[in-house]
């Protein structure tokens, strides 16, 4: 992002997506790389690097300090958005984790969850589940992302209050309905390694000795149905545009 703080793909996507010129809080900070940068930037006025372990918010200390930024980057130790006060900060990052642990923070402490003006979700895995499960927080998604680092497919959500009882069908928990419409050669890319995987799977269940649990072959089959409902939509599109 900046010279002084260099951000691979997947941060550098994150921090384009923060809300500019107002305070934000990077959940699970770790190596606190992503405050930091973006204090040094100049796109955030001040921010706060919270950590549930002592450890990690040991290295975020060290990031801070050896780049000056340690009268506007906060450490703080705690649970979630517990370190935070209800509406101190604008945008909080969560990158990194599980969905159903990202989900859980968010449930935790709605009044802190709907104080938040935007929240961006990088989950490690489960973007299906964590789609499906924003509006039972009261939040809307209202952008998505898709960058590729070092091999890997990053799926990065944004979400905002006012979501609540907002409904997304199966095809767009899946694939991302943001991503769906603008399509793009990155998220064909994906969709065609999932489905690889999926195949890979069903095979392994045809080939398997014994019975098999009914429900998870069903389960499968529709998920090899919307991926090839989703490619197909993709491939009407004509040429792929941004992802």
Same mark, same amino acid.
């Given at each position: =992002?900046?010279?002084? =703080?260099?951000?691979?793909?997947?941060?550098?996507?994150?921090a384009?997506?923060v809300?500019p010129?107002?305070?934000?809080?990077?959940?699970?900070?770790?190596?606190?790389?992503?405050?930091?940068?973006?204090?040094?930037?100049?796109?955030?006025?001040?921010?706060?690097?919270?950590?549930?372990?002592p450890?990690?918010?040991?290295?975020?200390?060290?990031t801070?300090?050896?780049a000056?930024?340690?009268?506007?980057?906060?450490?703080?130790?705690?649970?979630?958005?517990?370190?935070?006060?209800?509406g101190?900060?604008?945008?909080?990052?969560?990158?990194? =984790?599980?969905a159903?642990?990202?989900?859980?923070?968010?449930?935790a402490?709605?009044?802190?969850?709907?104080?938040l003006a935007?929240?961006i979700?990088?989950p490690?895995?489960?973007?299906?589940?964590?789609?499906?499960?924003?509006?039972?927080?009261?939040?809307?998604?209202?952008?998505?992302?898709?960058v590729?680092e070092r091999?890997?497919?990053?799926?990065?959500?944004?979400?905002?209050?006012?979501?609540?009882?907002?409904?997304l069908?199966?095809?767009q928990?899946?694939?991302?309905?943001?991503?769906?419409?603008?399509?793009?050669a990155t998220?064909?890319?994906?969709?065609?390694?999932?489905?690889?995987r999926?195949?890979?799977?069903?095979?392994?269940l045809?080939?398997a000795?014994?019975?098999?649990d009914?429900?998870?072959r069903?389960?499968?089959?529709?998920?090899?149905?919307?991926?090839?409902?989703?490619?197909?939509?993709?491939?009407r599109?004509?040429?792929?545009g941004?992802t």
């Amino acid at each position: =992002m900046t010279p002084g =703080m260099p951000l691979g793909p997947r941060l550098a996507a994150i921090a384009e997506l923060v809300l500019p010129w107002r305070p934000l809080a990077d959940i699970g900070t770790d190596h606190g790389r992503l405050p930091t940068a973006l204090v040094l930037a100049g796109r955030v006025p001040w921010a706060v690097a919270c950590d549930r372990s002592p450890a990690p918010l040991a290295r975020a200390r060290v990031t801070v300090q050896r780049a000056g930024a340690a009268d506007r980057v906060q450490l703080r130790l705690g649970e979630g958005l517990a370190p935070l006060m209800p509406g101190e900060v604008a945008t909080a990052v969560i990158a990194g =984790m599980g969905a159903p642990t990202m989900l859980a923070i968010l449930a935790a402490d709605r009044e802190r969850t709907r104080s938040l003006a935007r929240l961006i979700l990088q989950p490690n895995f489960g973007h299906e589940q964590l789609r499906r499960g924003l509006s039972d927080v009261g939040l809307g998604l209202v952008e998505e992302c898709l960058v590729v680092e070092r091999g890997r497919f990053h799926v990065i959500l944004v979400a905002e209050p006012g979501g609540a009882g907002v409904q997304l069908d199966d095809l767009q928990c899946l694939v991302g309905p943001h991503l769906l419409r603008r399509g793009g050669a990155t998220l064909q890319q994906q969709l065609e390694q999932e489905l690889r995987r999926c195949e890979r799977e069903a095979a392994g269940l045809a080939r398997a000795i014994g019975a098999v649990d009914p429900l998870r072959r069903a389960g499968q089959e529709r998920r090899r149905g919307l991926l090839l409902r989703a490619l197909e939509k993709l491939r009407r599109q004509g040429h792929p545009g941004p992802t």
